[in-house]
């Protein structure tokens, strides 16, 4: 394959920055440059400070571990949410496809992945202490395990549960199964993710 030459080394650098993101080849890497190249100064100095800015100064909230620009997310610190329900998801993008339902009015817990040998995460490397802590505290009255109907969701769903088991005067519920087996919840549509959540069951039903 022959390579591309670019008539210039600065270019040739934008690309391959580009080129590092998510879905991202080579040739949509260029157009996304060339683009860059016809605008004018400003804008571009403008969208470069912008994405510095977010990387700076965008936190985690310090309770449920969504992205925020202050210490405490929106929803947590929303006194109008449900303070004893939470809703565990495996990342921001799930946060943001269950607030789109409008069907839940609770908080969440963000584990920040799923456990997964194969890539070796554990439960160590996911906020599921955390999570357990705010069990403990004694506000929850339920936990809604809603994490993707994949193995590793089932798995990370199965060791919450026993996480949990001692809190016998917190309910956990699952989603229901109107997701398909292997679907990511960013990816299901806000009808079904919708009434997956308010047709929820309790866990131990699901594994009897």
């Given at each position: 394959?022959?390579?591309?030459?670019?008539?210039?080394?600065?270019?040739?650098?934008?690309?391959?920055?580009?080129?590092?993101?998510?879905?991202?080849?080579?040739?949509?890497?260029?157009?996304?440059?060339?683009?860059?190249?016809?605008?004018e100064t400003d804008d571009v100095t403008h969208f470069?400070?912008?994405?510095?800015?977010?990387?700076?100064?965008?936190?985690?909230?310090?309770?449920?571990?969504?992205?925020?620009?202050?210490?405490?997310?929106?929803?947590?610190?929303?006194?109008?949410?449900?303070?004893?329900?939470?809703?565990?998801?495996?990342?921001?993008?799930?946060?943001?496809?269950?607030?789109?339902?409008?069907?839940?009015?609770?908080?969440?817990?963000?584990?920040?992945?799923?456990?997964?040998?194969?890539?070796?995460?554990?439960?160590?490397?996911?906020?599921?202490?955390?999570?357990?802590?705010?069990?403990?505290?004694?506000?929850?009255?339920?936990?809604?395990?809603?994490?993707?109907?994949?193995?590793?969701?089932?798995?990370?769903?199965?060791?919450?549960?026993?996480?949990?088991?001692?809190?016998?005067?917190?309910?956990?519920?699952?989603?229901?199964?109107?997701?398909?087996?292997?679907?990511?919840?960013?990816?299901?549509?806000?009808?079904?993710?919708?009434?997956?959540?308010?047709n929820r069951t309790p866990f131990e039903k699901l594994?009897?």
């Open positions: 394959m022959i390579q591309q030459q670019y008539p210039s080394q600065l270019l040739e650098q934008a690309v391959q920055e580009f080129a590092k993101l998510p879905g991202i080849g080579r040739k949509t890497a260029l157009r996304l440059v060339l683009h860059l190249l016809r605008q470069a400070d912008t994405i510095a800015r977010m990387r700076r100064e965008v936190k985690r909230c310090k309770v449920c571990h969504n992205i925020s620009d202050s210490d405490t997310c929106p929803i947590c610190s929303d006194p109008r949410r449900d303070h004893s329900t939470i809703c565990v998801v495996e990342n921001i993008q799930d946060v943001m496809a269950v607030e789109n339902t409008q069907q839940f009015h609770g908080r969440y817990h963000v584990l920040g992945g799923v456990i997964s040998p194969m890539d070796s995460i554990g439960p160590a490397d996911l906020e599921i202490e955390s999570l357990v802590a705010r069990v403990a505290s004694g506000e929850v009255k339920e936990v809604i395990l809603a994490l993707g109907s994949t193995m590793e969701g089932d798995t990370t769903n199965f060791y919450i549960f026993r996480k949990l088991a001692p809190y016998t005067n917190v309910k956990i519920s699952i989603i229901a199964r109107g997701i398909s087996v292997g679907d990511e919840l960013e990816y299901t549509d806000e009808v079904t993710l919708g009434r997956s959540i308010l594994k009897n």
